[in-house]
Nanobody
């Protein structure tokens, strides 16, 4: 059974930082690209950052470049999103995603709320 479990969300002031974590189980972790998506109220879900299975290739949405960093630890089967200089527009539910190019399988976590407000 595949499970992706996010943690680390919360309320933070503008300019603050948060670190999101996603624990993966039930998948051959290294074969999956891992991504973070977010969905704000009334908006479509958007890709925030992704990292390849080997952890070499990373991509970021323009809106978070230079502020967010994605990383993965294959030994622990974890993926992280370090978020700095947070802005109110970063407020959203953040979802962890695992995708396999080989099998086409796609999995989602349940999401974790991030609220940036003073």
């Amino acid at each position: 059974q595949v499970q992706l479990v996010e943690s680390g969300g919360g309320l933070v002031q503008p300019g603050g930082s948060l670190r999101l974590s996603c624990s993966a189980s039930g998948v051959l972790f290294i074969t999956y690209a891992m991504s973070w998506y977010r969905q704000a109220p009334g908006k479509e879900r958007e890709l925030v950052a992704s990292v390849s299975g080997a952890g070499v290739t990373k991509n970021y949405a323009d809106s978070v470049k230079g502020r967010f960093t994605i990383s993965r630890d294959s030994g622990k089967e974890m993926v992280y999103l370090e978020m700095n200089s947070l802005k109110p527009e970063d407020t959203a539910v953040y979802y962890c995603n695992a995708y396999s190019d080989f099998s086409g399988q796609n999995y989602w976590g349940q999401g974790t709320q991030v609220t940036v407000a003073s």
